[in-house]
């Protein structure tokens, strides 16, 4: 129990170093807050737990990882939860608690799931991936920039 609560304390004071305006101007702070937790905003209004749910798979998911991304991620996570039960343990109940937060809520942007999304590609997957702003990939497979800019492949 003395770990948990020096551990809490340890996280309010790094909380308040690295955020100290949090208690020298708290009347903004909570101004701000509710200025952001408007319950509706053009283009990003959610519909209710489900209609967000389905939302953030079939767009933002499905258009980030495909069909074929989702349905490796899907058997991913069913491969992890049977052959690895405390990474399972360990890892699903954020994913899941992550999801629903996003879910609940009265508006939906695409950017809160980047924490799911994953940040590196694998080691066999040879698509280019240039950035139109800093060249044009080569069709036959190669990105001629990947030594150049840290958008391409």
Do not use: K
Not at 76 to 91: E, Y
């Amino acid at each position: 129990m003395t770990r948990l609560a020096l551990f809490a304390a340890a996280a309010v004071a790094t909380l308040l170093l690295a955020s100290p305006y949090l208690l020298l101007d708290y009347p903004a702070v909570v101004r701000d807050l509710a200025g952001e937790a408007r319950p509706m905003h053009p283009g990003a209004t959610g519909g209710g737990f489900f209609v967000n749910l389905a939302w953030y798979v079939g767009h933002p998911l499905l258009g980030s990882l495909g069909v074929g991304g989702l349905a490796l991620s899907a058997f991913g996570i069913v491969l992890m939860a049977l052959r690895n039960r405390t990474a399972a343990v360990a890892v699903l109940p954020g994913i899941a608690a992550f999801a629903v937060l996003i879910s609940i809520q009265a508006l939906r942007w695409e950017r809160w799931l980047i924490p799911l999304l994953p940040l590196r590609r694998s080691p066999w997957d040879t698509r280019c991936m240039c950035s139109p702003m800093s060249c044009d990939c080569a069709p036959a497979g190669g990105c001629p920039c990947s030594n150049r800019s840290p958008l391409c492949c």
